[in-house]
């Protein structure tokens, strides 16, 4: 050994230590001298006559690799220190060792089990990925389907190494990917047994919390396609003595715990359970619960395991009543007599009546037998009281058999649940045993567990033996016999005749065997075997020793665990249960084998049947508990040896349970127990290391001479290297395909290889650091010339600086002292004007205040001299006033008095009559016209006169006798005097009333005007405030709002991507539900093989796909009747509620409530104009009175009143017969001439009569006031004040329904009152009677008036009642605006905006609902116009088709003259007629068995085109039936196509690029404007007239998305196995990537034989005819992005996740390899103008990656950099990559674990995803934008080849 060397010494504490040799040994030394790692020497001893050596270290390069057959040198510690590495710098659980998978047990739970891991190890070979449970399960599967053999993998370890869970993934895996073909979830049933047997058969340890207390063997049935059919499961030696006893810090079975958890629950109230304390059976161990975990919990999970299993709810209550039961019998109190040979149980014990309650047996019988047994002699039987211990040890008995009992029925109904009746093709099993076990006290238990353990590890040597010798023969290389350990001695020591378990049972046979006796018999009979010892200081134990170590077995207990007695009568007692399932559990005692001990369930798989049982002669002789562990054990090795096994060793880092802790002397134990290090041996003593050719010429290439590389043959080249390299031929061998070498070889070869770079590097650090010299004295002396001429150019500028300073002294000395001199002068000077400017402002200040004195002196005088002269001037003016005035008044007087002299002459009169003259002619002219009718009026009037002189007779007694009266009524005049007064009074305060009225009034109307101006002002404010608050809110948050608006539509688009992505998945399923409804019909198809027509169940689910997506929308439905009788139509099932309907609805409902409001308002102001009519009507009552009083007051003579009456009755009379004639000749020119030029004609005279006579009317309207009112008044007189009220109450006024201001009416009743004052003169009153013409004649002016009035004040209220209402609105939306924005002040700016969004929203919405009212209203109407237009067309049609019968045998050849005039181009319409029995001939050559070659030199999509004419004549003949046929079948004849070509990724794109078209073709001329923007006119002609085929464009949508998605798959299905070997393993720069050592696992037998490689090229070529097929197939640019964006995807996320699987791949070359070639991808990308896609921002991941590979990583801004380089991978990702980083040559620095450390806290702050891997399987969303074509219809030409001939162009 050479100084350097590095070498393994033995250590107490950790078994293995590294130390390096500081002195070269040579043979003959004593000693060697070693350095420690920790800088002390040591000088270690050296044995000559052994002459053992240190076991020598692997170079570091080959350290932690994953299979430790790599290793150069094998042995002990090197497998140690590379397990240990692995798991606690790498975290890397799993290892291979050749054919073994070793598993330590991380005592934390690892994201390395989703199901993405599963399907990244799916189809991989064994050794292409790291080490795992689902490689090794994987390499079952694979044999199991490739072989056809069937498998096992035996997982083996002590308690608490994780063999259970182990056993659990494997399972897993199984059931993903072995999924069963049937819709029995059988592989959900599998994984629901785990939960059920870890309950019943897993208890806590001191070594695990959920340590198996049994062995089982599950066998998972596969059928011929390889799926799930079924599973098996085997038990094997139950742990039964755990149920009575439990050692310090153990549990009981789960199970008991689980159910005295949920005892609480109402269901289990019967069983009388409380808490596991409290019960002798749970309580023994100290601590009943388990840190971290829930026993509810679990509890429900058995249940629910239970229940999928198919175990009935009694069966359930009844095994936990059971399981209670046991709990109850180990609580019995036993009561000892006093002799102590007796004892008893009391009948009143709580928990033996819960006991026999529980399992339904008699309470007296179980009392009496627990404490007694019944002996049997050949003379008599007799009953035997049994002490308290026996009657302890016959509880605890029964309570293992009760126990043991329910544990096989429940194993039993497992495998019932499990099986199947499908014919098995192949199974896998799975075998979860204890490994070897060694205590400080070891007893029955421990001696079967390690002896299985013998038999499982003769069968692995053997099969390890077995696989060297097939490798060595395989590859053509001598052999010799390798000799390793066989054990079969100790086997034979066991079970071998006469050995320890004959003698075991033969004991048990003696009715008064012991154990010392049994002990005995052993040493006498093997004390001199090799493998059995006997203890020095015992003679009750003994030692086997065993593969793996010593064990010292304590022989108390033996026999009786061997027997398991059981007493017959209790048994007895439990067979006559009353409940069914308690007596079934021991009925088969007496014609079956008992398995309590072996728990063997019945097997439903089986490799061959075990031997017959005979039966014994008597129960006491039956079986032992060895001797049918024996059985069952050797049936299992017969199974395992008809099997390909497959070994998981699992490992127990400490006892402690910590994550991540690593104790050596436990693992070296374990690794020695479990043959690893046997595998270890045997393959070190053959030829270990193994390399390809190829392999070896890319690592060792750096060795090989010049020449030697020129040859081709790499075979060659590598045995030329070895033979010059290894001069020992015996240290190597060549095979057919790989160089085998011997321990040590390789390290030696990677020893030459990096002295070889060491001298390389030496040339080059010499070449380079010459060369850095050279730069560094070139660079030192251009800074010399550069500094001396830098201080030259200083010492110079320094002096320029110098002479410069001296001169500007000079003349800052110069200007300074010139600057004194001139400032002394300034302040002399500017003393001296200072001082003469004083003075003379103090001279002329004294001038002025004299000035001033005088000026103020002259301006009183003025002011004293004026008011003197205007005092005299006003005392004359006032003096000639007064003259004046009184000269002027005389004069006045004189005039007067002449004037009233001149008023009374006749000449006055006469002027004032010089107008009527003219009327008095006119009337006069009339009067004698009508001489006839007046002629008539004299017999009238004579008639009239009579009566009138008997009536003034009358009048004349009345008036004497008023005269005699008057005298005394002076008392009446006295008390009408008083009334009046009492009236006046009354008016008063009618008057003040009304005055507080009027107050109150404007009061409150200027209260109201105030009140609005306030409004308006607060309106305006509160509208400034808001305008001002919405600027600042903008102003403030317009950032923030984009920013939020953006992450919004990103959050938008992010939803309905996902939204998409599921509804494309639903689609995605509903098609391979589709695919698979397909093959089973055909299926049964075939089974029936009926004859004849079978309608097609997919023309059939079409069809129906067809009405699949009714939509009842509010522009197809006018109103409630219209959606009740389509939803009728359509079907209640498929109506949906419209979103727009509900809108609308909920707009009326607004609607109507503001009505209600407006009708609300309208009803209070009419309550309030009554209110205000009332006390109008009380004013005007007022009125009357107040003119009754006025008139009370003028007593004028009563007969000149009588006198004036009968003048105005005569008056009257003659006017109305003037009045009544005038509308008779009215009338009579009316009838003769209905023109209203005639009637306009008369209505004008009738008003320049009126007109000539106004000027007296104007004066007789008041003397008739006059009149009238002094006539009312004395009527009035004679009634009481009953009279008044009704006056008051009924009193008519014109217009008096309308309203009146206050104001107005008091104006005019003054107005009328000082009329009544003027009104004097009586006597010129009617004297001619013109006066009662001109009354009507202004009567009727006023009619009309009035009525004009009346309609101007109504159209005036209406406006103003409509403005009110307006205002009312505004005043509403004012509120409901001030309330929102006092809502929105109140709200973060964010919710402002939003809110701001909502109404508008909001309003659009209302708007749009009107807009689409009215568009319903439109679509209604011309939906109808379409009704009747089809009706029109059909009796057109059926008119036509009447008229036209033509011939059947004329109709083809009519058809081909059609086709033969209609082929000029102009006249062609863009349309093909067909007929309707040729549509399968359509289908058939158009889309069945049309290839795309056919179509290829034509318009692209042309099949797609041609379908539309076809569709378009059958819409423009408005057939519906066609339409729907045509498309049905087309849809059909797609899918069918699909199906047929479902590998052919030319047919799909090819038909997805036609369904797309098609798609396209139906929206572009659908006739919506939305999709018609780019279309010509000529295009806008080939629209679709008659049919709305939007349901079908959803089809086609779907169905596109299906054709999109199998394009997905088949293009994944080429280009995935091609990614690995292309991106990661491909050696794009030859001579960077060097190839480091490999293992066994590289020669695995599921490798397929054959180089599979692949470079990148093969991926580029594959990619160009990808992209060649869909652009020449006229696919959407679109599409053909979102494909490749998809695809890759797919290469980033399967090359990224077997670069996070694999620690060969992971190193800086890898890095450098990968980026290249992603850098290839991008460039072709670029070359196919595929940037935009996204494809590239796809493989951001994997670039991340590279360069994390290629990156530093030693120093915090390492990690700094990597964390903000390495964004698109998770945290998990980057500590992974950092874990598996493996340096390929000895230069590179492996990461450290402080650095992955750093890393870790440097990302804590991200929310990454949990998960490892990438999903390859996820499928981004399918966008089919709109891409409308240019192509006219009429210019398409159909070629001849597509057999069209049928179609006729229109």
């Given amino acids: 050994m050479a100084r350097y060397t590095r070498v393994w010494i033995p250590d107490p504490d950790e078994v293995w230590r590294s130390a390096e040799i500081i002195k070269d040994y040579k043979e003959g030394d004593k000693s060697l001298h070693l350095k420690l790692e920790d800088e002390t020497l040591y000088e270690y001893p050296i044995d000559l006559q052994g002459n053992e050596l240190p076991f020598l270290r692997n170079p570091d390069i080959l350290v932690g690799e994953n299979d430790l057959t790599a290793l150069s040198y094998l042995h002990e510690p090197a497998v140690l220190h590379n397990l240990k590495v692995r798991f606690l710098e790498s975290n890397h659980i799993y290892t291979y060792c050749g054919i073994v998978l070793v598993a330590i047990n991380p005592y934390e739970q690892l994201p390395i089990y989703e199901q993405d891991v599963i399907y990244a190890y799916s189809g991989q070979n064994m050794g292409d990925m790291d080490p795992h449970i689902f490689a090794v399960a994987e390499e079952a599967y694979k044999q199991m389907a490739r072989d056809e053999k069937n498998q096992s993998i035996i997982v083996s370890g002590e308690s608490g190494a994780g063999k259970t869970v182990s056993a659990k993934y494997a399972m897993r895996f199984f059931a993903t990917v072995g999924g069963s073909a049937s819709e029995t979830n059988i592989e959900a049933k599998v994984l629901a047994s785990s939960p059920i047997m870890e309950a019943i058969g897993n208890a806590k340890t001191t070594r695990n919390d959920n340590s198996s207390r049994f062995g089982k063997y599950i066998q998972i049935g596969f059928d011929k396609r390889y799926h799930i059919i079924g599973a098996n499961m085997r038990t094997y030696l139950l742990e039964k003595s755990r149920v009575v006893f439990q050692a310090e810090d153990e549990r009981n079975y789960h199970i008991f715990y689980q159910l005295c958890a949920s005892a609480s629950l109402p269901e289990f109230k019967e069983l009388g359970l409380t808490c596991a304390e409290d019960f002798f059976y749970t309580s023994q161990g100290g601590d009943t619960s388990i840190d971290g975990v829930d026993d509810a919990d679990d509890f429900e999970k058995t249940r629910h395991a239970f229940t999928l299993l198919g175990v009935k709810e009694s069966h359930q209550m009844t095994i936990f009543r059971i399981i209670a039961a046991i709990l109850h019998l180990g609580n019995l109190e036993i009561q000892g007599e006093r002799d102590g040979d007796a004892c008893s149980v009391s009948s009143e014990d709580e928990h033996l009546n819960n006991f026999c309650g529980l399992l339904g047996v008699e309470h007296s019988q179980m009392q009496h037998w627990l404490c007694h047994r019944k002996l049997v002699t050949m003379a008599e039987t007799y009953v035997k009281n049994m002490s308290v211990q026996q009657v302890v040890n016959a509880r605890n008995a029964l309570a293992k058999h009760i126990y043991a009992q329910l544990f096989n029925w429940i194993v039993q109904h497992i495998n019932k649940a499990l099986h199947t009746t499908i014919k098995q093709h192949s199974f896998i099993g799975v075998l979860d045993i204890y490994g070897f076990e060694t205590f400080e006290v070891n007893s029955f238990e421990q001696f079967c567990i390690n002896y299985a353990n013998e038999k499982l590890q003769q069968q692995f040597n053997s099969h390890v033996f077995k696989l060297e010798q097939e490798e060595y023969m395989k590859e053509g290389i001598p052999w010799t ?41 052993l040493y006498d009979r093997h004390a001199s075997s090799q493998h059995f010892q006997k203890p020095r200081m015992s003679n009750t134990s ?87 562990f024996r059985n069952s054990l050797h049936l299992l090795m017969e199974t395992l040896d008809a099997t390909t096994p497959h070994y998981v060793r699992c490992i127990k880092p400490n006892d402690e349970k910590l994550p991540f802790k690593f104790d050596p002397k436990r693992a070296v134990q374990q690794l020695r127990a479990c043959g690893v290090l046997e595998t270890i041996r045997i393959s070190a003593a053959g030829f270990p290391s193994r390399w390809s050719y190829h392999d070896f010429f890319n690592r060792y290439r750096v060795l090989m001479k010049k020449r030697d590389l020129s040859k081709n043959d790499k075979k060659q080249i590598c045995q030329t290297l070895l033979e010059d390299l290894i001069k020992d031929p015996d240290r190597f061998q060549f095979g057919r395909t790989k160089i085998f070498f011997r321990a040590g070889q390789v390290a030696y070869l990677e020893k030459l290889r990096a002295d070889k770079f060491r001298a390389a590097t030496i040339i080059i ?301 639903l689609v995605k399923e509903y098609s391979r539900l589709e695919q698979r409804y397909d093959n089973l019909r055909d299926e049964m198809t075939i089974i029936k093989q009926a004859p004849g027509h079978r309608r097609n169940p997919s023309n059939q689910s079409s069809l129906e796909s067809d009405s699949n997506y009714p939509s009842i929308s509010t522009s197809e439905i006018g109103d409630t009747e219209d959606v009740i009788q389509q939803v009728e139509e359509v079907g209640m099932e498929k109506a949906a509620m419209d979103m727009s309907l509900f809108l609308k609805l909920q707009k009326r409902v607004r609607e109507l409530e503001q009505e209600r409001k407006k009708l609300q308002t309208q009803l209070e102001k009419k309550e309030q104009e009554s209110k205000k009519s009332q006390v109008r009507d009380g004013f005007f009552s007022i009125l009357v009175i107040e003119m009754k009083t006025e008139v009370t007051s003028d007593h004028e003579d009563f007969a000149y009143n009588s006198l004036k009456r009968q003048e105005l009755e005569s008056e009257n009379k003659k006017l109305k017969n003037e009045l009544n004639e005038l509308r008779k000749a009215i009338a009579d020119r009316a009838t003769q001439n209905n023109s209203s030029n005639d009637i306009q004609d008369s209505y004008n005279l009738l008003l320049n ?602």
């Fill in 542 to 628: 003994f030692i086997v020793v065993h593969f793996a170590d010593k064990v010292e077995y304590q022989c108390e207990g033996f026999l009786e665990k061997n027997r398991d007695t059981v007493y017959e009568e209790q048994i007895n007692i439990l067979k006559a249960s009353k409940y069914q399932m308690v007596a079934d559990l021991f009925q088969d005692e007496k014609d079956a084998a008992p398995t309590a001990s072996m728990g063997k369930g019945t097997s439903k798989i089986s490799v061959r049947s075990a031997r017959p049982v005979i039966k014994a002669a008597n129960k006491e002789h039956k079986k032992t508990v060895g001797h049918q």
């Fill in 765 to 1065: 650090q010499k070449t380079v650091r010459g060369w850095l010299q050279r730069v560094k004295y070139k660079r030192l002396r251009q800074a010399a010339v550069v500094i001396q001429r830098y201080t030259r150019g200083h010492l110079a500028r320094r002096l320029a600086e110098h002479l410069r300073r001296t001169r500007a002294a000079i003349i800052f000395q110069k200007q300074y002292r010139m600057l004194r001199i001139l400032r002394a002068f300034q302040r002399v000077r500017n003393a001296t004007v200072t001082i003469q400017a004083f003075a003379r402002g103090m001279f002329v200040r004294r001038i002025y205040r004299k000035i001033l004195a005088e000026h103020k002196a002259t301006i009183l005088q003025k002011y004293a001299r004026g008011w003197l002269a205007r005092t005299r001037f006003h005392r004359v003016r006032g003096a000639t006033i007064t003259l004046q005035c009184y000269y002027r008044r005389m004069k006045a007087r004189q005039e007067l008095k002449a004037l009233k002299i001149e008023a009374r002459s006749a000449q006055h009169l006469k002027k004032l009559n010089i107008g009527m003259e003219n009327k008095v002619v006119q009337l006069q002219r009339k009067i004698d016209e009508q001489n006839k009718e007046y002629k008539l009026l004299n017999e009238q009037l004579s008639t009239l006169a009579s009566a009138h002189s008997s009536e003034v007779e009358k009048l004349k007694k009345e008036l004497m006798q008023y005269q005699q009266s008057h005298r005394g009524d002076g008392n009446q005049l006295v008390s009408l005097q008083e009334e009046m007064q009492h009236l006046q009074l009354e008016l008063e305060k009618a008057h003040g009333e009304r005055k507080v009225v009027e107050d109150s009034y404007v009061k409150e109307k200027d209260l109201l005007r105030k009140r609005i101006s306030d409004l308006e002002e607060e309106n305006a404010l509160l509208k400034q405030e808001k305008e001002e608050l919405n600027s600042r809110i903008l102003c403030q948050s317009e950032d923030e709002f984009a920013r939020n608006t953006v992450e919004e539509n990103i959050q938008m688009k992010k939803e309905l991507e996902e939204e998409r992505s599921r509804y494309q998945n």
């Fill in 1249 to 1850: 009569q009126l007109k000539s006579a106004n000027e007296e009317l104007e004066v007789r309207k008041e003397e008739v006031l006059i009149l009238r009112t002094q006539i009312m008044k004395a009527a009035q007189q004679k009634e009481t004040g009953k009279n008044m009220e009704s006056i008051t109450t009924n009193a008519s006024w014109p217009n008096s329904d309308k309203h009146i201001d206050q104001e107005d009416a008091i104006e005019a009743y003054q107005g009328m009152c000082e009329t009544n004052r003027k009104t004097e003169d009586w006597g010129y009153l009617n004297e001619d009677g013109e006066l009662g013409l001109a009354y009507q004649g202004l009567k009727q002016v006023a009619r009309l008036l009035e009525a004009q009035l009346q309609d101007q004040r109504r159209e005036h209220e209406e406006e103003v009642e409509a403005l009110k209402n307006q205002v009312d609105a505004m005043k509403e939306e004012m509120e409901k605006q001030q309330q929102a924005f006092l809502q929105t002040l109140q709200l973060s700016p964010e919710a402002q905006v939003e809110f701001g969004l909502q109404q508008e929203i909001t309003r659009l919405t209302n708007e749009n609902l009107d807009l689409k009212e009215l568009l319903e209203k439109l679509e209604k109407n011309e939906k109808k116009l379409k009704k009747q237009l089809k009706i029109y067309m059909k009796k057109v049609q059926d008119f036509e088709a009447s008229q036209a019968v033509v011939p059947a045998e004329r109709r083809w050849h009519e058809r081909n003259m059609q086709v033969a005039v209609q082929r000029k181009e102009k006249d062609f319409q863009g349309m093909l007629e067909y007929y309707k029995e040729d549509e399968p001939l359509l289908i058939r050559n158009l889309i069945t068995d049309l290839k795309p070659q056919a179509v290829s030199a034509t318009v692209p999509c042309l099949p797609a085109y041609i379908l539309y004419m076809c569709i378009r004549h059958a819409d423009y003949i408005n057939d519906d039936q066609k339409v729907h046929s045509l498309l049905t079948s087309t849809i059909n004849g797609i899918k069918k196509v699909l199906k047929k070509h479902n590998d052919d990724f030319q047919m799909t794109s090819f038909w997805l690029a036609n369904t797309c078209r098609l798609l396209h073709c139906l929206k572009q001329y659908s006739g919506d404007a939305g999709f018609m923007t780019q279309n010509t006119p000529k295009q806008n002609e080939h629209c679709l007239k008659n049919f709305d085929l939007t349901e079908y464009r959803q089809v086609l949508s779907h169905l596109s998305i299906q054709i999109y998605q199998q394009l997905i798959k088949i293009a994944e299905g080429i280009l995935q196995p091609m990614i690995v070997s292309a991106v990661l393993e491909n050696e794009s720069i030859q001579g960077l990537s060097g190839v480091k050592p490999m293992g066994y696992r590289n020669r695995s037998s599921s490798m397929a034989d054959g180089d599979s490689s692949y470079s990148l090229e093969a991926i580029i070529r594959q990619l160009n005819a990808f992209h060649s097929i869909m652009c020449d197939q006229g696919l959407d640019p679109e599409i053909v992005q979102q494909v490749f964006k998809q695809l890759f995807y797919m290469i980033n996320a399967v090359a990224l996740n077997n670069l996070l699987l694999r620690k060969d791949v992971c190193s800086w070359s890898t890095g450098m390899q990968l980026r290249f070639n992603i850098s290839q991808l991008e460039e072709w990308l670029r070359g196919k103008n595929l940037q935009q896609s996204g494809a590239a921002q796809t493989l951001e991941p994997l670039i991340q990656a590279a360069q994390l590979l290629q990156l530093k990583k030693k120093t915090s801004e390492d990690a700094e950099a990597i964390c903000s380089l390495c964004t698109s991978l998770t945290t998990q990702q980057i500590v992974k990559i950092l874990n598996l980083y493996t340096p390929v040559n000895e230069f590179e620095e492996r990461v450290t674990v402080a650095f992955i450390r750093d890393i870790q806290t440097h990302l804590q702050e991200r929310n990454d995803p949990p998960q490892l891997l990438l999903d390859f399987k996820h499928m981004f969303p399918v966008l089919f934008p709109f891409n409308p074509s240019s192509i006219t219809m009429d210019s398409i030409h159909l070629p001849a080849s597509l057999n069209l001939e049928f179609l006729n162009k229109v």
């Fill in 481 to 521: 016999l390798i000799d390793f350990y066989d054990n079969q001695p100790c086997i034979d020591l066991i079970e071998a005749k006469l050995g320890i378990l004959d003698l075991l049972d033969e004991e048990c046979k003696v009715p008064k065997g012991t154990d010392q006796n049994w002990a005995q018999k």
